[in-house]
C-alpha cells in the first residue's frame, strides 16, 4: 500500500489520475448529461503551491522514526472524503491539518504514540483508509496540536481458525489486503462497503459500516467475535466467543465508537467459504413506491437476498439501469446450495406487487453495479467541473416510509432549488424497514459551494430527524452529524457514554468532537 501514494485531493492514487483534458471531456459531458449549463473545470493546485501552518508540536526522539510533519502527510490526512472535504482540498484549502502523522508498526508503538499525546496535551485521531464522509478524521479539535495515528502498517492477518471460521485480523488492513490473506486459507470476510478498495477493517468497526449485504448481514456488527483495542487507560479486550449474555456487550460499545475510547488494534472476525451460487435479476416497476412494497414483502418473507436495492426512476435513467420512468429492482441471491428456488420466490412476490422482470438478465445488474464503484471517482471530476455531488442516508420503519420518503426529498428540493437532481434507493432492507440514500446533484454555487451545501445538508437532517429517521443507517456521525446526533440519543445514555470516555480517556485526547464532548 506505501508503495503507491495517495492523491492530494479526491479518491484513489496518484497513479489513477486522469490527465486534465480527460477530467474536461467527463465533466463537461456529465453536465450535458444531467442538463446543467457549461461551467469552467478547476485544477488542484501542486503541493508545492499549498501553504500550511508550521507544526505546533514535534515528536520524541524514540517516535521520531515513525512519525512525519512533512506537507504530503499532513495534507492527505487532514480530511475525509465528503464533499465539504473535497471542496476544500481542490482549493488547497486545508483548514485543520493534523501537526504529525504517527505510523506505528505494532501496539507496543501506538501505546507510545498515546502516552506522548497524553502528556503533550494533543489530541489523537485514529486513521484507517480516511474515507469518512462525515468529518470523523478531520482535526478539528480544541486541542493546541493533533497527531494523527495511521494503523496503515497494522495490516496482516494474524491468524486463521478454520474449524470455527474465525480470523484475527489487524484493524489497518484494507478490504482487498485482507481479502487476498484469507483467499490463501480458502475463505473470505464478504463486508463490501463502497469504499472496500481503500477502507480498513479497524475503521469498518469504528463506524459500524454497512456492506454489500442488503439484507441480513447488513453491518459489520454482524462478523466481529471480539474487539481489542488500546485505551489511555489500558487495554480493551474482549473475550472470543460465538455469543454472550454477560452484561452490556464490550463489543457492541467499541461498534460505532468512532475512536473516542480506544484505538482499535485488531478484532476476531467471522468469516466463510466463497458461495457456489450466485444468481441475480432486476425487475422494473412503474414507481418507487409499488418497488418498496416488493421489497417489504420480500423482507417480511425472510427471503434474505444479498442484493435487494432499489433505484428510483431518476436514478435508474441516470445510470442507464432501466429505461425513463422507471424504478428498477435489483435482485442477488449467493450461498452453497442452488438459490434459484428463492430467487424465483423473490420475483415471484415482485410480480404480485406490479413488477417486471427483465428478461435479459445481467445488463441492468451490470450497468448499475459499475456505476455503483466508479462513484466514487466519478464524483472527483463533477466537483472539479462545479457540479455539488453528495448523498445523505437515514433509516425508517416500513409504516412511515412512503411519507417519509416524500417528506424529506420535498424539503431538501426546495432547497436546492429547480435546477438541481435528488434521487433515492433503498440499500438495505429488513422486515420491519428500510434505509433510503438520497443523492444530490445540483450546479454549485462557485465559491459559495460549502455554503450552499451546508444550507442542503440542514434541510435534510432537520427533515429527517422531524420525521423520527436516523442520522445516519451505516455513514456513522463524525462531526458533522453531532448536532442531530445529541437529538436523536436519549440523555441518559449521553451521560454514560461521557462517563465511559473520563474512564478510559481521562483527558480527552482521543477523537475530541465526535459522539460526545468531554
Same mark, same amino acid.
Given at each position: 500500500?506505501?508503495?503507491?501514494?495517495?492523491?492530494?485531493?479526491?479518491?484513489?492514487?496518484?497513479?489513477?489520475?486522469?490527465?486534465?483534458?480527460?477530467?474536461?471531456?467527463?465533466?463537461?459531458?456529465?453536465? @450535458?448529461?444531467?442538463?446543467?449549463?457549461?461551467?469552467?473545470?478547476?485544477?488542484?493546485?501542486?503541493?508545492?503551491?499549498?501553504?500550511?501552518?508550521? *507544526?505546533?508540536?514535534?515528536? =520524541?526522539?524514540?517516535?521520531? @522514526?515513525?512519525?512525519?510533519?512533512? *506537507?504530503?502527510?499532513?495534507?492527505?490526512?487532514?480530511?475525509? %472524503?465528503?464533499?465539504?472535504?473535497?471542496?476544500?482540498?481542490?482549493?488547497?484549502?486545508?483548514?485543520? *491539518?493534523?501537526?504529525?502523522?504517527?505510523?506505528?508498526?505494532?501496539?507496543?508503538?501506538?501505546?507510545?504514540?498515546?502516552?506522548?499525546?497524553?502528556?503533550?496535551?494533543?489530541?489523537?485521531?485514529?486513521?484507517?483508509?480516511?474515507?469518512?464522509?462525515? &468529518?470523523?478524521?478531520? *482535526?478539528? #479539535?480544541?486541542?493546541?496540536?493533533?497527531?494523527?495515528?495511521?494503523? &496503515?502498517?497494522?495490516?496482516?492477518?494474524?491468524?486463521?481458525?478454520?474449524?470455527?471460521?474465525?480470523?484475527?485480523?489487524?484493524? &489497518?488492513?484494507?478490504?482487498?489486503?485482507?481479502?487476498?490473506?484469507? %483467499?490463501?486459507?480458502?475463505?473470505?470476510?464478504?463486508?463490501?462497503?463502497?469504499? !472496500?478498495?481503500?477502507?480498513?477493517?479497524?475503521?469498518?468497526?469504528?463506524?459500524?459500516?454497512?456492506?454489500?449485504?442488503?439484507?441480513?448481514?447488513?453491518?459489520?456488527?454482524?462478523?466481529?467475535?471480539?474487539?481489542?483495542?488500546?485505551?489511555?487507560?489500558?487495554?480493551?479486550?474482549?473475550?472470543?466467543?460465538?455469543?454472550?449474555?454477560?452484561?452490556?456487550?464490550?463489543?457492541?460499545?467499541?461498534?460505532?465508537?468512532?475512536?473516542?475510547? &480506544?484505538?482499535?488494534?485488531?478484532?476476531?472476525?467471522?468469516?466463510?467459504?466463497? =458461495?457456489?451460487?450466485?444468481?441475480?435479476?432486476?425487475?422494473?416497476?412503474?414507481?418507487?413506491?409499488?418497488?418498496?412494497?416488493?421489497?417489504?414483502?420480500?423482507?417480511?418473507?425472510?427471503? !434474505?437476498?444479498?442484493?435487494?436495492?432499489?433505484?428510483?426512476?431518476?436514478?435508474?435513467?441516470?445510470?442507464?439501469a432501466a429505461p425513463g420512468g422507471k424504478a428498477l429492482l435489483v435482485l442477488g441471491f449467493e450461498g452453497h446450495d442452488d438459490v434459484s428456488a428463492p430467487l424465483g420466490q423473490a420475483l415471484a412476490l415482485c410480480e404480485e406487487a406490479g413488477g417486471r422482470p427483465r428478461e435479459k438478465r445481467g445488463e441492468s445488474e451490470g450497468a448499475?453495479?459499475?456505476?455503483?464503484?466508479?462513484?466514487?471517482?466519478?464524483?472527483?471530476?463533477?466537483?472539479?467541473?462545479? #457540479? /455539488?455531488?453528495?448523498? !445523505?442516508?437515514?433509516?425508517?420503519?416500513?409504516?412511515?416510509?412512503?411519507?417519509?420518503?416524500?417528506?424529506?426529498? @420535498?424539503?431538501?428540493?426546495?432547497?436546492?432549488?429547480?435546477?438541481?437532481? /435528488?434521487?433515492v434507493r433503498i440499500t438495505h432492507a429488513y422486515p420491519d424497514g428500510a434505509a433510503p440514500y438520497f443523492t444530490v446533484l445540483a450546479p454549485a454555487r462557485r465559491g459559495a459551494e460549502l455554503e450552499q451545501w451546508d444550507e442542503v445538508k440542514a434541510a435534510a437532517s432537520d427533515a429527517i430527524e422531524a420525521a423520527g429517521g436516523t442520522?445516519?443507517?451505516?455513514?456513522?456521525v463524525g462531526r458533522d452529524h453531532r448536532p442531530w446526533y445529541d437529538r436523536q440519543r436519549p440523555d441518559p445514555f449521553a451521560e454514560a457514554l461521557r462517563a465511559a470516555k473520563a474512564s478510559v480517556d481521562p483527558q480527552g485526547i482521543l477523537n475530541p468532537g465526535v459522539l460526545v464532548d468531554p
Amino acid at each position: 500500500m506505501y508503495d503507491r501514494r495517495r492523491k492530494l485531493w479526491g479518491w484513489g492514487f496518484e497513479d489513477q489520475q486522469p490527465s486534465f483534458e480527460e477530467v474536461e471531456q467527463v465533466a463537461r459531458g456529465a453536465r @450535458e448529461h444531467l442538463g446543467f449549463e457549461p461551467s469552467e473545470v478547476e485544477r488542484p493546485p501542486p503541493l508545492e503551491d499549498i501553504e500550511l501552518p508550521p *507544526p505546533r508540536i514535534d515528536p =520524541p526522539r524514540s517516535l521520531a @522514526e515513525i512519525c512525519s510533519s512533512g *506537507p504530503y502527510e499532513r495534507i492527505t490526512h487532514a480530511y475525509g %472524503k465528503a464533499y465539504r472535504d473535497l471542496v476544500r482540498a481542490l482549493r488547497g484549502r486545508f483548514d485543520h *491539518p493534523p501537526d504529525v502523522v504517527a505510523r506505528p508498526r505494532d501496539e507496543r508503538e501506538v501505546e507510545q504514540i498515546l502516552a506522548w499525546c497524553a502528556e503533550a496535551g494533543a489530541a489523537a485521531i485514529p486513521y484507517g483508509g480516511g474515507t469518512s464522509v462525515v &468529518g470523523g478524521v478531520e *482535526p478539528r #479539535v480544541p486541542q493546541e496540536a493533533a497527531v494523527t495515528i495511521d494503523l &496503515g502498517r497494522l495490516d496482516r492477518v494474524l491468524e486463521v481458525d478454520t474449524v470455527s471460521r474465525a480470523a484475527r485480523i489487524q484493524a &489497518g488492513a484494507t478490504g482487498p489486503a485482507l481479502e487476498e490473506q484469507l %483467499k490463501r486459507h480458502g475463505l473470505t470476510l464478504r463486508h463490501y462497503p463502497q469504499s !472496500f478498495e481503500y477502507s480498513t477493517l479497524g475503521g469498518w468497526i469504528a463506524t459500524r459500516a454497512g456492506g454489500h449485504f442488503a439484507t441480513l448481514h447488513t453491518h459489520i456488527d454482524d462478523f466481529v467475535e471480539s474487539v481489542r483495542a488500546l485505551t489511555p487507560s489500558g487495554v480493551w479486550e474482549s473475550r472470543r466467543l460465538p455469543g454472550s449474555g454477560a452484561g452490556p456487550s464490550p463489543d457492541r460499545l467499541l461498534i460505532g465508537s468512532e475512536g473516542i475510547l &480506544g484505538v482499535i488494534t485488531e478484532a476476531w472476525a467471522r468469516v466463510q467459504e466463497a =458461495p457456489r451460487f450466485k444468481e441475480s435479476a432486476a425487475v422494473l416497476f412503474d414507481s418507487f413506491a409499488a418497488g418498496a412494497e416488493a421489497v417489504r414483502a420480500i423482507c417480511q418473507t425472510r427471503l !434474505f437476498p444479498t442484493n435487494c436495492r432499489l433505484l428510483d426512476p431518476g436514478e435508474a435513467a441516470l445510470t442507464g439501469a432501466a429505461p425513463g420512468g422507471k424504478a428498477l429492482l435489483v435482485l442477488g441471491f449467493e450461498g452453497h446450495d442452488d438459490v434459484s428456488a428463492p430467487l424465483g420466490q423473490a420475483l415471484a412476490l415482485c410480480e404480485e406487487a406490479g413488477g417486471r422482470p427483465r428478461e435479459k438478465r445481467g445488463e441492468s445488474e451490470g450497468a448499475w453495479r459499475d456505476a455503483f464503484l466508479q462513484a466514487p471517482y466519478l464524483r472527483d471530476t463533477l466537483i472539479a467541473g462545479g #457540479v /455539488l455531488a453528495e448523498t !445523505f442516508e437515514t433509516a425508517i420503519t416500513w409504516d412511515r416510509f412512503d411519507a417519509f420518503v416524500a417528506e424529506v426529498g @420535498e424539503r431538501v428540493r426546495a432547497a436546492l432549488g429547480p435546477d438541481a437532481r /435528488l434521487t433515492v434507493r433503498i440499500t438495505h432492507a429488513y422486515p420491519d424497514g428500510a434505509a433510503p440514500y438520497f443523492t444530490v446533484l445540483a450546479p454549485a454555487r462557485r465559491g459559495a459551494e460549502l455554503e450552499q451545501w451546508d444550507e442542503v445538508k440542514a434541510a435534510a437532517s432537520d427533515a429527517i430527524e422531524a420525521a423520527g429517521g436516523t442520522i445516519t443507517h451505516h455513514h456513522a456521525v463524525g462531526r458533522d452529524h453531532r448536532p442531530w446526533y445529541d437529538r436523536q440519543r436519549p440523555d441518559p445514555f449521553a451521560e454514560a457514554l461521557r462517563a465511559a470516555k473520563a474512564s478510559v480517556d481521562p483527558q480527552g485526547i482521543l477523537n475530541p468532537g465526535v459522539l460526545v464532548d468531554p
